[in-house]
């Protein structure tokens, strides 16, 4: 017993060892953010559970139906089991097979979804594990755009339309769909201070907006903020979020078919400013009226149904029905 006991000691100190030395590594290597990997792939639910559960408004009938309905197959499998069995079966094995079904159930939800993104990554053009820094950037910039489609989707949900720029009766600017976003992207500290009855340039909202929102930001980018205010890397479809409110069902093509916003890497503007839109059909070549992102990647889309996609400058195009560049 003594003899294993010092085994195992001897293995768990070693293990230990060996993961803070590759760990040493990566970070002297300058590939920390390599770490961050499979820390998100394993712990990364924590955190998005954290940010979406203060958002959920349930539906009390559809709780209240949901609880009956489990209910009712619990009882309904019990005796059922119960016959086929021919005998005595007790609740709580029938509770264990249902426990069982449904956990495969999530399980099998979850491969669906791990399925899906490594098809995504390996139709992806980018080098997975070259430049981990990169790659670690473009995962965050994609969260952030879900993040932004997940508040738009809030925001109709509470207010009754998406979120959209707004300008007073001369035309003057007031506050942008961004600002909107806000209380739905764990900002409410931040929404409250803003005076939404002066413009956004004016003095009284110089603190507020020129607070940097994290969901705004692509860690590629280097800046957070631009003449005092805080940044946006993302630019929004002018279709969406411009002239009358919109719902999505205002939409013909479907959510799935329509661009809400989408990565851009110059001629960057302030989030608080009710002119950060782009014409998707300007193209992904980047710059101050294109979309565009860091390096050669393609930039990321977040479409109306709350998806991400990288476009091409050819599948934009075609995508947008206008001639490619």
């Known amino acids: 017993m003594a003899h294993r006991k010092i085994v195992r000691t001897l293995l768990t100190t070693g293990s230990i060892i060996t993961l803070g030395t590759w760990g040493l590594f990566l970070v002297i290597a300058n590939l920390g953010s390599v770490l961050d990997i499979p820390a998100t792939l394993a712990f990364g639910w924590v955190t998005y559970l954290r940010r979406v559960i203060p958002n959920v408004n349930p539906d009390p009938w559809a709780v209240g139906t949901a609880v009956a309905s489990l209910a009712g197959v619990t009882v309904g499998s019990h005796y059922f089991l119960r016959w086929l069995a021919g005998g005595a079966w007790p609740w709580t094995r029938s509770l264990k097979c249902v426990t069982l079904v449904l956990l495969m159930f999530v399980a099998g939800i979850a491969m669906v979804g791990v399925t899906h993104q490594a098809a995504w990554l390996a139709r992806s053009p980018e080098p997975l594990v070259s430049d981990g820094r990169k790659m670690h950037a473009r995962i965050i910039s994609s969260n952030n755009l879900k993040q932004i489609g997940l508040a738009a989707h809030d925001n109709e949900d509470r207010a009754g339309t998406l979120p959209q ?106 989030w608080g400013d009710p002119l950060n839109v782009r014409d998707p059909r300007a193209g992904t070549g980047g710059g101050p009226h294109a979309y565009g992102t860091a390096g050669k990647r393609p930039p990321q889309f977040l479409m109306l149904d709350g998806s991400v996609r990288a476009f091409d400058p050819k599948e934009l195009a075609e995508f947008t029905d206008r001639p490619p560049e």
Not at 170 to 176: F, L
Not at 185 to 190: A, F, I, N, R, S
Not at 246 to 261: C, P
Request: hydrophobic content about 35%; aromatic content about 10%; some cysteine.
């Open 165 to 270: 720029s707004t300008f007073d009766a001369a035309g003057r600017p007031m506050h942008s769909w961004q600002t909107a976003l806000l209380p739905w992207l764990e900002q409410d500290e931040t929404y409250k201070r803003i005076d939404r009855t002066q413009p956004w340039t004016h003095p009284a909202n110089a603190e507020p907006l020129g607070t940097p929102v994290k969901s705004f930001l692509n860690p590629a980018m280097p800046d957070d903020r631009v003449n005092g205010f805080g940044v946006s890397h993302y630019a929004c479809n002018p279709a969406v979020v411009m002239g009358r409110a919109k719902k999505l069902s205002d939409f013909q093509k479907g959510s799935e078919n329509t661009i809400l916003a989408g990565e851009v890497n110059a001629g960057f503007r302030a």
